[in-house]
């Protein structure tokens, strides 16, 4: 197989290390843990994306999530059009921003209220300072492996790229603020329970990707997440989903919508900007009412709910109420996983695939992969080769073990069938 040409990347990418470490801008994107020089992208339409050197791949990164209705979506890039012509930001409320903020109450029942923010990031952190105002206490707990954006509270036992880099403890975030995060075991319900008995009435919530996309895929245990609904309950804490990933990805109201399970906040991103940079956090009106200039609890951001992104947001949303939008998405990821299934139980390669929808990981190890512990056990090697393997056939997925993979609304039946003879070649060179 012709190794791909990637003069123009290269050539890019040792300027840019001149003048941004690392040559980018989110350290996830480097390819350090696969290997090899980052493509640096030039244009995307529909399900491919075109590289520098002129290389076309079927896209299943999908910007990490938010690409679902595919890349360029002509009622997006019109929507986008539209705005910027009344100019790109005013600091001042608009209406745009009441109709997403409707769209996204629409899809989220347990949302009351909603504020909208730039990025996933700033909506975990705004949600946690929201629920450490509104109960009074100043701990909280995350899962080992999740990730939810690099705000300092955050960044303990991180996922995502902290995972991949080994940095799960960031250094910069002082010992006297991480030893308020705790850290439970994802599927564990004991070590949930066990926090609460060494820290009863100091909790203010139980922060959770509902279904993890940042150790790569994991899928809750039947009764884990309603274990923590009732857990949250009985000790006066709030429960907190972050569902920048699985909003509107696992379904259009998310997780909470597949599980039935009401949290107390939600934290969304990545899809509900269509691509643009926008977060949001809503939910209970009590708590959400704790937020300046209601309530005590500081919050603020000059481009939030900036029109361009708000646009993008509405324009992405709006083609995703349409009726069977879930249905088709989960038909073609139905039709992938049976494909690449069938590879790698030919290939006798040991892999393990969990998948929620149109959302999945592929692990290089025997299975299950239940938590971060059995997500860690992968072999990170052969998963490089794997993906060098596709990229060479045309392929681009994650360059990381633990991520997700994302089928988009834009992917046909032929761009399917063509990553999954790229699997097959990929996996007949191991
Ligand atoms: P951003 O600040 O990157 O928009 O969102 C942070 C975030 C919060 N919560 C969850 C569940 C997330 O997955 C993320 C960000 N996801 C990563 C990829 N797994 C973003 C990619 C990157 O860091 O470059």
């Keep these: 197989m012709a190794r791909l040409e990637t003069k123009q990347s290269k050539k890019l990418f040792l300027a840019a290390k001149k003048i941004i470490p690392g040559g980018v801008n989110s350290p996830v994107r480097a390819f350090r843990s696969v290997g090899g020089t980052p493509l ?13 050197d002129g290389n076309v791949f079927l896209d ?82 995350k899962f080992e492996g999740c990730y939810h954006g690099h705000a300092d509270s955050m960044l303990v036992k991180a996922g995502s790229g902290a995972l991949t880099f080994g940095q799960p403890d960031s250094p910069g975030v002082p010992a006297d603020l991480a030893r308020h995060t705790l850290t439970a075991t994802f599927n564990d319900v004991a070590s949930v329970r066990r926090l609460f008995e060494r820290n009863r009435g100091k909790i203010a919530a139980v922060v959770v990707e509902p279904v993890p996309g940042n150790m790569g895929v994991v899928l809750p245990a039947p009764g884990f997440l309603d274990a923590l609904r009732k ?13 920048v990933i699985s909003g509107f990805r696992v379904a259009f109201g998310g997780a909470q919508e597949l599980f039935g399970i009401a949290p107390d906040l939600t934290v969304l991103g990545k899809i509900i900007g269509g691509g643009l940079p926008v977060g949001a956090f809503g939910g209970r009106g009590d708590v959400m009412d704790a937020l300046s200039p209601v309530g005590p609890v500081y919050q603020a951001g000059t481009l939030s709910g900036n029109p361009l ?27 992938l996983a049976e494909g690449l299934h069938g590879a790698f139980a030919k290939s006798g390669v040991p892999t393990w695939t969990n998948r929620v929808g149109s959302m999945w990981t592929t692990f290089f190890r025997k299975g299950p992969v239940v938590d ?59």
């Design 40 to 52: 640096f992208i030039a244009r995307a339409k529909g399900a491919t994306v075109t590289d520098v």
């Design 60 to 141: 299943y990164v999908s910007s990490w999530g938010p690409m679902i209705l595919g890349h360029a979506h002509p009622k997006v890039v019109s929507a986008i059009r539209g705005a910027a012509g009344k100019g790109t930001s005013y600091g001042a409320p608009t209406e745009g921003e009441v109709t997403l903020a409707n769209l996204i109450r629409g899809a989220f029942p347990s949302i009351s209220k909603v504020r909208l923010v730039s990025s996933g990031t700033e909506a975990a952190m705004s949600a946690v300072r929201l629920a450490r105002g509104f109960t009074g206490r100043d701990k909280i707990v």
């Design 231 to 243: 857990i949250t309950r009985q000790e006066g804490a709030l429960l907190v989903f972050d569902e």
């Design 309 to 335: 992104a708000v646009a993008a947001g509405i324009a992405c949303l709006k083609e995703l109420s349409r009726k069977g939008t879930y249905g088709k998405l989960g038909e073609k990821a139905d039709y």
């Design 372 to 430: 971060y512990a059995s997500a860690k056990g992968s072999d990170t090697a052969a998963y490089a080769k794997y993906f060098h393997g596709l990229l060479d056939r045309g392929i681009y997925t994650a360059p990381s073990q633990f991520e997700a993979g994302f089928v988009s609304l834009a992917h046909t039946r032929k761009d399917l069938d063509r990553t999954i003879a790229a699997a097959r070649g990929a996996l007949a060179q191991f």
